[in-house]
């Protein structure tokens, strides 16, 4: 009752007349959308980037519907700057693709189209039907492919929550809400669409969506939604390693990723995403670790400030690192040996569930490499360390591990100012080196009779 004044105030008086004439238009699902005004949702023009402006404009001169959609509309009514902005049409991806020469189809279980405007990529998706019966699914429900295009209505009824079943025309600046979705931003409610169990079973990752949209909105996640996510949460283990790593990412990255893990130890979908996250999370010093690393991230997101996927997992996963390696030494193993055989074993389990790339995990195993070689502070050796390309993450990862109360703050202490100190004052700091650090030079024999080497300046007689 509540969610359908707040829509018919917002709408306007003549918004259900409209929308219905719309969706009879292009042939509609049955369901009308309120069409809500500027006056009352207040995004103008000017907020969309030149590049949605532009692929809209460019569809809708071709005489195709065009909307920027979804997440961009839904972080502008919440005061939040979008970090890309999507467009949905009933064009065709072939139709889409003649409208623009630098664009490509791409996508298997759905077809997209990227179009480029000049450094902007937007993502173009056609108008998708609602899923048929037949529609190929794995034993668990979750949908294979759905390469079905469909009406407005049926595209917003397919969309996952409310808040992103929200489509808006930069034409006259109106936004089209099938499904109360800004009433529900307004409530601070995260609604799901349709029977959540049924969600869930097409697309498991809407569980972690949930936990990711419901912390960086803010919003309190439906009873309906919430109850069967801890019943179902098993159903992630059949989610592609390469799409989970995807949401994975998304999630650490969203600028609110304390909350997220927080959301996800609450909601039981910690268990298995990343192994034995959950008993990190009960550890005093783990937990303290993993947490200073999110609260850093989140910092340096909401700072515009740009993060790296390899330092982020080599955090979440530094404690598996340090207990591998513990078992390996006390398996006779040497530690450095030790050490790079503990971050194979990790991130050999890691595979199985999310697909880090070959280049992410080279940086973690960088991190974690360096974290021994800060020990040496005598000699050469710190002025080596300088010199490693991934040396400001590692010293930076140094600096976390100190004031998580693991490694003696002193450590990170020498190391702050032995990068900022110079020359001799660098020099003076340097310890003592230890008895047997430097190698013993092998004194070269003297030639018989104590002269001078032939080609030494011998005369050889």
Known sequence: MIRKLISRVFGGKNNAGKSETRNARSGGHGDSAAIIPVKNHGIRREQLSSGARRTVEGLQKAGYKAYVVGGAVRDLLAGIPPKDFDVATNATPEQVR????????????????????GAETLEVTTFRAIHASNAPTDEHGRVLRDNVFGTMAEDAARRDFTVNALYYDPADETIHDYHHGVADLKQKTLRMIGDPKVRYREDPVRMLRAVRLGAKLNLAIDPAARRPIREMSELIENVPPARLFDEMLKLLTSGYAVRCVKQL???????????????????PLGERFVMLALANTDERVQAGKPTSPGFLFATLLWHEVLGQWEKNKANGERPIPALFAAMDEVLDVQAEKLAITRRIAGDIKDIWALQPRFEARSGKKPYAVLEQPRFKAGYDFLLLRAESGEVDRELGEWWRRFLN???????????????????RRRRRKKPAGGGAGAGEGGSGD
């Open 265 to 283: 130890r609450e909601e039981g979908l910690h268990h298995g995403l990343l192994p034995l996250l959950d008993v990190i999370l009960e550890q």
């Open 98 to 117: 003649a409208c623009f020469r630098r664009s490509r189809i791409i996508g298997r279980r759905f077809q997209i189209v990227h179009v480029m405007m």
């Open 421 to 439: 100190a110079e020359g001799e004052e660098r020099q003076a700091m340097l310890l003592p080196e230890a008895k047997g650090d430097k190698k």
